[in-house]
């Protein structure tokens, strides 16, 4: 009898060994670990952190074997995976696969629980890569049937990848691991309606996502079981989810041979990914022509489809927070051709009139040739003169290697909560990572923070 979906990912999940993994694959992670922790640290000041960090500090049982990186607060390592997972997507220039945001979720599920159990580099770097790639695949095959539903990718995959790298790092065997992806499978939520509202719902969905895939696994590892057919069966999650249960076999072919891990790539700017291009654009075209924004008759902003159908990125206002700014193509063209940059504090001029009248201005067109993270932008002066930039670019564009990644977040050290000492001794111990006997070592000193809670 051949085995389910969610009993060939556990096989994977169960038997992969830091021994069996590349190279390449583990300064990936290590890399991941890095801009992860990084972006995190530096999103601290937005408030949804805050409101995650008051919730589990004040309804904290007497567990406290995991520490938020908003506050240095402690807390059990469910909670602290959901607080810390809202912190890491609070500036939202976190990795990205495909669409799902999985760093959010994973690292912070295995930061708390490696934390809790006293794990070494080795067990934390297994678990990592099993989380990433175990979500990985997953989104992978079936981004492209949900979204379009209105599910959110970085929730319901995310889920998949905590629930994995917990199970590897609670010592799961193989039937406990199915069971807890049996459990992720029911477990799975998050819409994207959030986006065209301007609301809040989206900055917790991936902590709710990395703190129950903790809960599947410890479900698991108490006695509790699942539907060996969570995914495939009728009422499973390839039909819930994407309505779909067909070809279910090619989902986990390529597990441990082709890793998910290597695909993801990196945020330049805190804007949605699909923001990234059309940003560095703009940002060039200010640069480079030293446009005098009150002669701009018009602006073009070609972009792919898929991604500018996405919720919210064709918004023109009015914007209230900045969860809708970041997500505004038009918004976010506007403010890289004024202030030839992007930083947390633009994305906050909801009422700029400046801003909203280049806004007014703006066009977005969909050529039905332009491939994912391409973008052409074409400014019209009054004048008549044309001045247009184009990135024909792939995914590799923003898959930086890990020297490359550290200097990203070393420019954001500014906003973190952390000194550069700390910085500078918390990527030094990432890099190491494998030589790590306690991995409590990647919890910073707290020395800047101020009292919050």
């Known amino acids: 009898m051949s085995q389910t979906v969610s009993e060939r990912l556990a096989a994977f999940t169960s038997q992969l060994s830091y021994s069996d993994i590349p190279d390449e694959v583990v300064e990936k992670a290590k890399t991941c670990l890095i ?28 567990s406290n074997q995991a520490t938020l990186l908003y506050n240095g607060s402690r807390c059990s390592p469910m909670d602290a995976a959901f607080a810390n997972a809202v912190l890491f ?3 939202v220039q976190e990795d990205t696969h495909n669409t799902a945001h999985l760093g959010t ?11 809790a159990g006293k794990k070494n580099g080795e067990e ?31 929730s319901i995959y995310g889920i998949f990848g905590a629930a994995a790298a917990a199970s590897k ?44 895939g903790i809960l599947s696994a410890l479900l698991s590892k108490h006695g509790a079981d699942a539907s060996s057919h969570s995914f495939e069966g009728k009422g499973g999650f390839f039909h819930a989810f994407a309505g779909n249960r067909e070809e279910t076999q090619n989902i986990t072919e390529n597990l441990g041979k082709l890793y998910e891990i290597l ?55 009015p914007f209230a927070n900045i969860s809708q700014t970041l997500m505004s193509a038009p918004y976010c063209v506007a403010v890289s051709l004024l202030d030839s940059k992007v930083t947390l504090s633009n994305l906050q001029q909801f009422n700029d009139k400046t801003i909203h009248k280049l806004i007014s201005k703006t066009t ?29 670019i792939t995914e590799d564009y923003y898959n930086f290697n890990i020297e ?50």
């Not at 049996?182 to 990395?210: I, K, V």
């Not at 993270?373 to 024909?392: A, D, K, P, Y």
């Not at 990572?433 to 809670?453: A, Q, R």
Request: glycine content about 6%; charged content about 20%.
């Open 35 to 62: 801009h992860g922790i990084g972006v995190g640290l530096a999103g601290y000041k937005t408030d949804f952190p805050r409101i995650a960090a008051e919730i589990v500090t004040h309804n904290s049982s007497k």
């Open 89 to 91: 997507h609070s500036r």
């Open 105 to 115: 979720v994973v690292i912070p599920v295995v930061l708390a629980l490696g934390e």
């Open 124 to 154: 934390l770097l297994t678990a990592l890569i099993a989380g990433y790639e175990i979500g990985g695949v997953l989104s992978k095959h079936y981004t492209s049937k949900t979204t379009p539903r209105g599910f959110r990718a970085s």
């Open 169 to 212: 790092l609670l010592n799961l065997n193989e039937e406990q691991t199915a069971h807890a992806l049996g459990f992720a499978a029911s477990f799975a939520s998050g819409t994207l309606e959030a986006f065209t509202s301007g609301t809040m719902e989206w900055r917790f969905e991936n902590g709710l996502a990395a703190k129950n």
């Open 263 to 317: 695909n993801v790539t990196f945020k330049l700017y805190p804007v949605c990914a699909f923001n990234q291009t059309p940003v560095i654009n703009a940002i060039q075209i200010a640069k480079d022509s030293q446009i005098p924004t009150e002669q701009i008759q018009s602006i073009k902003i070609e972009m792919n489809a898929y991604e500018a159908n996405y919720p919210g990125m064709s918004s023109k206002g």
């Open 364 to 392: 977005i067109i969909s050529p039905i040739d332009f491939k994912p993270l391409c973008s052409r932008i074409t400014v019209e002066l009054e004048n008549g003169q044309m001045i247009e930039r184009e990135m024909n």
């Open 404 to 453: 490359e990644d550290i200097q990203i977040i070393k420019g954001l050290e500014k906003e973190m909560n952390i000194t550069k000492i700390d910085l500078n001794q918390l990527i030094t111990h990432i890099v190491n990572l494998e030589e790590i006997d306690n991995i409590s070592v990647l919890i910073p000193t707290f020395s800047k923070v101020e009292e919050k809670i």
